[in-house]
């Protein structure tokens, strides 16, 4: 059975820090791409950032880009997420996502959810202002 496990969201305040990990069980997505999206009260899913595991080229939405980076690391086949000056809008639930069949590869999909067929639980981020 896959599973993506999150860990590392919680309460923090306006300009704080928090770093995401993603550890996946049971395969890995070291060919393709993981990313982070997150889904705020009331809104849609949206894409935060991804990485391509196998290259680690990178890709950010415009409103983090300059404050979070995502990153990977072999050894411990863990994805992250370092977020910086955190702000009220990025309070929401965060999950990491997985591609395991490569749909990421086509031109334009690595942003949307439709690329990625595993998916985590979400780990809650809380920004207070």
């Known amino acids: 059975q896959v599973q993506l496990v999150e860990s590392g969201g919680g309460l923090v305040q306006a300009g704080g820090s928090l770093r995401l990990s993603c550890v996946p069980s049971?395969?890995?997505?070291?060919?393709?791409?993981m990313g982070w999206f997150r889904q705020a009260p009331g809104k849609d899913r949206e894409f935060v950032a991804t990485?391509?595991?196998?290259?680690?080229?990178?890709y950010y939405a415009d409103s983090v880009k300059g404050r979070f980076t995502i990153s990977r690391d072999n050894a411990k086949n863990t994805v992250y997420l370092q977020m910086n000056s955190l702000k009220p809008e990025d309070t929401a639930v965060y999950y990491c996502?997985?591609?395991?069949?490569?749909?990421?590869?086509?031109?334009?999909?690595?942003?949307?959810?439709?690329?990625?067929?595993?998916w985590g639980q979400g780990t809650q981020v809380t920004v207070s202002s």
């Open positions: 996502a997985g591609d395991s069949a490569g749909r990421t590869a086509a031109p334009g999909s690595l942003a949307f959810q439709r690329g990625y067929d595993y």
């Open positions: 049971g395969r890995t997505f070291r060919k393709f791409a």
């Open positions: 990485i391509r595991w196998n290259i680690g080229s990178t």
